[in-house]
């Protein structure tokens, strides 16, 4: 998924202030929430990918707003070195806290198995998936985005092994899930939702 994908699937123009990306996804959010589409997979597909997509955005706005104001600040200080700004997005709001800043070279590398984990789940290539995201978690240890994708990959691979009947090996993933990012809300009420399942076929 890339920059345009993103602000499209947010029905937003490219461009769009912090507010306007906001109002969109919470919009959007309440349309497809799975609470509101009760086994409706297109709509918790749809779901996921409006929340990546709003996630990544917010990266985007933060770092642009942050160069900004560090640019500003030293035009007007000389040499003085900028100082910390205060961020609007919220560790609450987004559950993550703020992302640590990459070499050029690990952005990219970021983003293309980003992208290569989208396609990967979104075939169901669980194994290849969880390979690519524990790597790429070595490499970056400290980046809370990728703790939760890696999380996310473990959940859904979770709720493949419920579907093929593996219950010890699904309750194993889910709980790895939890534990690569405890602070995700949403994360937390999914796998919820498939320890229900697990149990009930028990």
């Keep these: 998924m890339n920059l ?3 602000y499209r699937l947010l029905g937003l123009g490219s461009g769009a202030s912090f507010a306007e990306i906001k ?3 919470r919009r959007l959010a309440r349309k497809y929430h799975p609470d509101a589409n009760p086994g409706n997979r297109q709509a918790q597909d749809k779901f996921i990918e ?4 709003y996630k990544f955005l917010l990266g ?3 770092t642009s707003e ?3 104001e560090e640019s500003s ?3 007007t200080v000389g040499e003085t070195p900028p100082q910390p700004t205060v961020t609007k997005i919220t560790r609450k709001e987004t559950q993550l806290p703020k992302t640590p800043q990459l070499s050029q070279m690990d952005q990219q590398l970021k983003w293309s198995s980003y992208q290569q984990l989208q396609q ?4 169901r290539r669980f194994a290849r998936a969880i390979a690519l995201i524990e790597g790429l978690a070595q490499r970056l240890p400290q980046d809370p985005e990728v703790r939760q994708w890696q999380a996310i990959a473990y959940q859904q691979w979770g709720r493949q092994l419920i579907a093929e009947k593996q219950l010890d090996k699904a309750r194993i993933y889910l709980k790895k899930a939890l534990k690569t990012d405890p602070h995700n809300r949403s ?5 919820e939702r498939d320890f229900r399942r697990l149990e009930q076929l028990f």
């Design 4 to 6: 345009a994908d993103c």
């Design 23 to 25: 109002a969109s996804y």
């Design 50 to 53: 409006l929340t990546e997509a």
């Design 60 to 62: 985007v706005v933060q």
């Design 66 to 68: 942050t160069q900004e």
């Design 73 to 75: 600040q030293q035009e």
């Design 120 to 123: 990967l789940l979104k075939y």
């Design 187 to 191: 994360l937390w009420a999914e796998v």
